[in-house]
């Protein structure tokens, strides 16, 4: 099952190796993850999606990472109301026959054309995790050239 | 003032009377402040033995133990008393030096990555890149070792750091709010626990480390008397419920005690004090005190429910919490009668002694052991390796004090016991320090006996010496057909190798000797290498195969 999971950090360096390795000791693949600074500087803010293989393994990291000096505290969103959001930049073939697909894709969809040049346009999406898949499904379709993600965010409601 | 003089004032200011260390390029600075500093300066011969040797200061005292490498290879030798020091939760501040600043992550001569290598074998760790941050973080590292679970931390110093100037000042108090651990149990979980208590007829109390480092033997033999539940203790926890009362049961798991294993598997509820229930305590999990209910207390909220399933858990300080169970129970207008259960324990204990079988051929050494207790009264601070020296010395001697039971329990190093008892000695020089070696294990980091020399530390050091690595023998007799690979040792003679150290070395083959040659060794005030010549293929019995259910013991002359 996956998880998001929110770290509030000190700000300071070493910080992320140390939370990394709690995962990555134990073979884990962080699935995705962003770091930014929140309204105060001093602290970072860590959302981690982890796919748990076993939720037992994942209890442990959370009590784990919590108990990680520079980590203030760990919240999992699993079972909690949030709202999450990634950010995608999608540079995407201008060919022929793809330019009614493209049309059709900036009508349905929540996409933003923040660069458009002769050979491709740059797009701008941002939505939440179901709704980016999709995205990126139907994008796959009119032509890829490169795509970018950032990892996921999340704040409770 | 300069960087490596901060280093020595903060230090004064944290109390620290002895620092074990070794020199080198990137720590020169700091060694040149040592020169006259108020502290003690012990320079063993490799720099895992100073931080064993720190180790051993700091769980001998209960005291922050200190010790200091140079870079690189300095450092990366601290590691393996680092990671010892971790997995038995002890409070020691390991700093090492580090290549200058700008230099870091260019492959400087003796650099290593000292944080990204310590990071998941320390509590914490440092690297110091502003003479300013200096103090402060000196002041966080004492903290977080001696607070909470105890543990080591490291703090990487770059030489330019220690020869920049700054104005020293240092904190007065600290407040992480990333770091706040939980001193005293929820008194719901408290009202919990005491309901539980007062319905169950087996009740067990399984101590571990956590109730030496918290201090709270007394509280643990107030409230097992009170609630008359026999009390097991780990390998950790000697010394935290006297081995020689009468609800002691002695060690549990792998090698503990028949009766220990029992009282556990029939158990209705089990106590665990400050104990993270290690696979070698459990054994099989599922058949692990199946009909108990367990509470746990622990002040690592990570150890709950990592490896048993805990139906009450209880986050705090085992000496806090002790005492709020017993003010608790003095509520309670009536405690379930354990008349039967202990009566039935004490049936175990006589049916299923620790025992073997006596010779007059070989010297047995278990013997050794009891000698040993007999004639220290109980009262040496007992250091083992690791291995069957370590197993012997936890079944036939016994442990009525906290903090004199040196062991390395969580990593099981070999080549711990001698630097460790080197600490110990320094930190309590009335005391009589007995290392219990084994061949294997003595020969680790047996270039310690020039530091011994060197300072005229009195520290002895048994050497079960049975010419082979013993435990891994016996498993190999056990369970691999008697293919002794790699375990047959061809060893040096040791009293020889004792004298050209210039340390006293004597050599024993009779049992008709034992008693006389562990007389002279004790009588002695200098180092003395007793070099005993033990029954070769002694294995430790009981035993429970690993992955076994602990009920399920092997060997043991019943």
Redesign the interface.
């Known amino acids: 099952m996956k998880h998001t999971i929110q770290a509030l950090v000190e700000n300071k360096f070493g910080v992320l190796a140390r939370v990394a390795s709690l995962f990555s000791a134990r073979g884990y693949n962080i699935e995705s993850l962003a770091v930014g600074e929140t309204q105060d500087s001093s602290i970072s803010c860590m959302t981690i999606v982890v796919d748990a293989q076993d939720e037992r393994i994942l209890e442990q990291i959370k009590k784990q990472l919590h108990k990680l000096i520079d980590v203030i505290t760990v919240v999992d969103f699993t079972r909690k109301e949030y709202l999450d959001r990634e950010l995608l930049l999608v540079k995407v073939f201008k060919k022929e026959d793809n330019q009614k697909d493209i049309e059709h894709f900036l009508k349905k969809y929540p996409a933003k054309v923040i660069e458009d040049r002769k050979e491709y346009s740059i797009l701008e999406v941002c939505e939440e995790r179901h709704q980016a898949e999709e995205i990126v499904k139907e994008l796959k379709r009119i032509g890829i050239k490169e795509l970018v993600r950032t990892g996921r965010i999340a704040i409770s409601k | 003032m300069k960087g490596a003089q901060i280093f020595v004032e903060s230090l004064k200011k944290e109390k620290v009377d002895v620092i074990f260390g070794y020199p080198g390029g990137s720590v020169l600075p700091i060694f040149d402040c040592l020169y006259d500093a108020p502290f003690k300066l012990i320079l063993p011969r490799h720099e895992q033995a100073a931080a064993h040797a720190a180790d051993g200061y700091a769980r001998s005292t209960g005291k922050v133990g200190v010790c200091i490498a140079t870079s690189g290879p300095g450092a990366t030798n601290l590691t393996t008393g680092i990671a010892t020091a971790y997995m038995d939760s002890v409070p020691m501040v390991a700093f090492t030096g580090q290549v200058k600043t700008q230099l870091i992550g260019n492959d400087a001569f003796q650099e290593a990555d000292v ?2 290598v310590t ?2 074998i320390s ?2 760790n440092y ?1 110091v890149k502003d003479v300013k941050d200096l103090a402060p973080t000196i002041k966080e590292a004492f903290y ?1 070792a001696r607070s909470g679970r105890p543990g080591p931390v490291v703090v990487d110093l770059p030489v330019d750091v220690q020869m920049q100037e700054t104005e020293f000042n240092y904190p007065k108090e600290i407040e ?4 706040r651990p939980t001193y005293f149990g929820h008194p719901g979980q408290i009202k919990k626990a005491v309901k539980a208590i007062s319905k169950a007829k087996r009740p067990v109390i399984i101590a571990g480390g956590g109730v030496i480092i918290a201090g709270a033997s007394n509280e643990l033999k107030h409230f097992a008397q009170t609630i008359k539940a026999p009390v097991t203790t780990t390998l950790m926890g000697f010394g935290g419920f006297p081995s020689t009362h009468r609800l002691a049961l002695g060690m549990p798991g792998m090698h503990g005690t028949m009766y220990a294993n029992m009282a556990i598997t029939e158990s209705d509820l089990l106590i665990s004090v400050g104990c993270r229930f290690d696979d070698r305590v459990t054994g099989k999990v599922d058949a692990f005190a199946p009909e108990a209910k367990i509470v746990h207390i622990d002040i ?3 150890s ?3 490896n048993i399933n805990v139906d009450i858990p209880i986050v705090g300080d085992a000496k806090n919490i002790l005492g709020q169970l017993i003010e608790e129970i003095a509520e309670l207008k009536k405690l379930p009668d354990t008349s039967a259960w202990n009566k039935k324990i004490s049936e175990w204990k006589k049916k299923h002694p620790l025992s073997y079988r006596k010779s007059s051929a070989k010297i047995k050494p278990q013997a050794i052991l009891e000698e040993l207790y007999k004639q220290t009264k109980g009262k040496a601070i007992i250091v083992t390796e690791v291995g069957q020296n370590q197993m012997w010395a936890s079944q036939f001697y016994k442990y009525d004090y906290p903090r004199h039971f040196l062991s390395s329990g969580g990593l099981g190093t070999m080549g711990y016991g001698f630097p460790a008892a080197i600490g110990a000695k320094v930190a309590n020089p009335d005391k009589e320090v007995v290392v219990i070696a084994g061949d294997g294990s003595f020969q680790m980091n047996i270039q310690e006996l020039a530091t011994l020399a060197t300072y005229d530390i009195g520290v002895k050091v048994i050497i079960l010496n049975n010419h082979c690595l013993g435990m891994v023998r016996q498993w190999q007799e056990l369970f691999y057909n008697r293919r002794y690979s790699a375990t047959i040792l061809k060893n040096p003679n040791f009293v020889k190798v004792a004298g050209g150290f210039g340390v006293k070395g004597i050599k024993v083959t009779k049992p008709a000797e034992m008693k006389k040659a562990v007389k002279n060794m004790l009588s002695s005030k200098s180092a003395v290498i007793a070099d005993f010549w033990i029954e070769e293929e002694e294995n430790v019995f009981p035993m429970v195969p690993a992955g076994e259910a602990i009920n399920r013991m092997i060997g043991g002359m019943a």
Do not use: Q, V
């Open positions: 944080t990204g990071r998941s509590k914490h690297l977080i992480l709010r990333s770091y690592d909220p990570t709950i429910s990592k």
